[in-house]
Nanobody, 121 residues
Framework: QVQLVESGGGLVQAGGSLRLSCAAS????????MAWYRQAPGKQRELVAD???????RYADSVKGRFTISRDNAKNAVYLQMNILKPEDTARYYC???????????????WGQGTQVTVSS
């Protein structure tokens, strides 16, 4: 079984920063793309940023210039540095990874349980 565990969420004032971390554990062959999504109450889950194994990144327009996604392939980890946080960034943030299974090499998307980020005005 593959597990993704997020950490780093919390309460911060507007203009502040947080760094989210997510690490994959278990038995698998490799990880392709990794990403961060978020979901605010009453809203659909949305892509915040994603990163390929080789480091290519994409960002939602709403976070460009403020958030930075990175990964450490040796640690099977992905990070999200969030700066200049705004109240509208308040949401539960989820890590996801496209995992290649050991043995049959099947790909599947795995999700973490999420970590809450709350930005006060």
């Amino acid at each position: 079984q593959v597990q993704l565990v997020e950490s780093g969420g919390g309460l911060v004032q507007a203009g502040g920063s947080l760094r989210l971390s997510c690490a994959a554990s278990g038995t698998f062959f490799s990880i392709n793309d990794m990403a961060w999504y978020r979901q605010a109450p009453g809203k659909q889950r949305e892509l915040v940023a994603d990163i390929t194994r080789h480091g290519s990144t994409r960002y939602a327009d709403s976070v460009k210039g403020r958030f930075t996604i990175s990964r450490d392939n040796a640690k099977n980890a992905v990070y999200l540095q969030m700066n200049i946080l705004k109240p509208e960034d308040t949401a539960r943030y989820y890590c996801t990874a496209n995992v290649i299974a050991a043995g049959d090499l099947r790909m599947s998307d795995r999700w973490g349980q999420g970590t809450q980020v709350t930005v006060s005005s």
